[in-house]
């Protein structure tokens, strides 16, 4: 079979019929002369040059012998796959997002009023609400006409100012939204009429006020999650960061011969390293780590932490045979849980698949919903084999001047009207619970700590209180690893939920308390 990839074909991932490993997989990559004769008929057939070209099939990266293989080929080599091997089906390789609130971009610069001379940028100044200090490195987008994301942004300079693309002295706006570095919380404020020279604070972090998370799950017991092993997969986990102890795990992105290990990609790093803070940072006040103060704890400290880096160096999307290499890894390293905070909108039964074999070996994937604004819940959360977990937040959990303040929105809960579900979170029959991911503070690589929201940060919060119930029942925890425990483990999730008066395709069956 030929090594070289041509314009004719593509990536697929081969995988079993049924399940995710069988002996149909073998002989895949050791050629067959049944494949060879079909694909050759079937070149012959659709040629429209006077020369068909030859069969191809690649294998380019194999889990094992039995298992998924990633391969290049064209649509005649499918045919003629079912020829040779009936057992075996190709599936499309899919990519998949992390589920991070996004942030809000402009589309459209706002045009100029008629009439006006040209002049100088309005500008606007940000400092530190406590020390009145200038803060660089501030992203600020003022929208015009939100409807049409029309409007102009930019970034603050070592001085605090950013130079907006307005000319005058004022402008009338929609929306103003500012994303700030790491150790800021952000700003946003609506209908507003921002002058020239403006001053604006965003308020620095306070580690010993609690976020949403914190006020939910921060008097869990010191040792929670103890004997629970968790990976999470991600952009990677800087397990250099004080506040977090990173067991064992890896690289798998095939594309870079999963160079770079387990630790932050060099871009969105800053994503795994803060989902893996939610869950498992170790904290202040900790009496193993005194030295931590003044770091955040985590809702299961004590967790055994793995971290599976899918998601590429050079940025962009995971792919999905990345994907269920890493959760098949988790398995093999006796993972209770695997955390994946990533979503597409494609059904893929490629992670299906693993996410099925996974359950089956006793080990339960916790899903984030996406963040498309009350849209269908994405993929894999939407498969009735995930827990798929919905994003909340809690109103004085976060700055009044925040950016937080935008995902505020009805219904209210009926128990308690400061709790709503994130206007970002999506939303439907498939949402089996709900967790806090408004405004949630964590680690960030090199020791830092920043904020985020999407139901990236909700879905481990979940994941660290399954963790602490678990680690709580040595009858669960001890069960053999089959799908009888995997099925004990969502009930210990699902019993310890409770209704917030929200309806069901918001909140599922409730927040864990």
Wanted: proline letters at 6%; one cysteine or more.
């Amino acid at each position: 079979m030929a090594n070289k990839k041509t314009a004719q074909t593509a990536r697929f991932i081969l995988m079993p019929l049924r399940g995710f490993t069988s002996d149909d997989m073998r002989r895949v990559d050791e050629g067959s002369a049944v494949f060879a004769a079909a694909a050759t008929n079937r070149l012959g057939l659709t040629s429209t040059t006077r020369r068909a070209r030859k069969p191809v099939m690649k294998v380019v990266h194999s889990i094992e012998a039995e298992g998924p293989k990633l391969v290049e080929m064209g649509a005649e080599e499918i045919a003629a796959l079912r020829v040779s091997d009936p057992g075996v089906k190709a599936l499309p390789v899919v990519t998949y997002q992390l589920m991070r609130m996004p942030r809000l971009e402009v589309v459209t610069k706002a045009a100029r009023p008629a009439g006006l001379a040209l002049g100088p940028k309005l500008q606007v100044t940000f400092v530190d609400a406590k020390t009145k200090k200038p803060v660089p490195g501030v992203s600020v987008v003022a929208f015009t006409n939100f409807a049409k994301r029309e409007g102009a942004g930019g970034k603050t300079n070592s001085k605090g100012v950013v130079s907006l693309g307005f000319a005058g002295n004022s402008v009338k706006l929609d929306l103003l939204v500012a994303y700030s570095p790491a150790g800021y919380w952000g700003y946003g404020k609506k209908k507003l009429t921002l002058k020239g020279g403006t001053t604006l604070e965003v308020q620095p972090i306070d580690l010993a006020a609690p976020d949403f998370a914190a006020v939910l799950y921060g008097n869990r017991p010191i040792d929670a999650g103890r004997g629970v092993k968790v990976g999470v997969i991600d952009t990677g986990v800087d397990g250099a960061h004080p506040d977090l102890m990173v067991t064992g795990g890896g690289a798998f992105v095939t594309d870079e011969g999963d160079a770079g290990g387990s630790g932050p990609a060099a871009k969105d790093g800053e994503h795994g390293t803060h989902v893996a803070g939610i869950i498992a940072s170790r904290g202040a006040l900790h009496p193993a780590d005194a030295h931590h103060a003044p770091g955040k704890r985590g809702i299961a400290p004590e967790v055994t932490l793995m971290s599976y880096r899918v998601f590429p160096n050079a940025g962009g999307g995971a792919e999905n045979y990345d994907i269920i290499r890493a959760i098949d890894q988790g398995v093999k390293d006796g993972c209770d849980l695997l955390n994946l905070s990533l979503g597409s909108p494609s059904a893929d039964e490629a992670v299906h698949a693993a996410m099925k074999d996974a359950f089956d070996q006793g080990t339960v994937c916790i899903v984030a919903a996406g963040n498309d604004g009350r849209q269908p819940v994405s993929y894999p959360a939407a498969w009735d084999i995930a827990v798929a977990v919905s994003s909340l937040g809690k109103k004085g959990t976060y700055p009044a001047t925040s950016n937080e303040i935008l995902d505020e929105v009805a219904p209210f809960a009926s128990g308690d009207p400061k709790i709503y579900v994130s206007a970002f979170s999506n939303v439907g029959p498939a949402i089996d619970v709900c967790g806090p991911g408004e405004g949630i503070v964590s680690t960030l690589p090199g020791g830092t700590y920043g904020v985020m929201s999407g139901t990236s940060m909700a879905c481990p919060a979940v994941t660290g209180a399954t963790a602490a119930l678990m680690s709580a029942d040595a009858a669960v925890l001890n069960m053999p690893r089959d799908r009888n425990r995997s099925i004990a483990m969502v009930g210990l999730i699902t019993g310890a939920a409770k209704t917030l008066g929200l309806i069901q395709p918001l909140e599922g069956v409730g927040l864990i308390v």
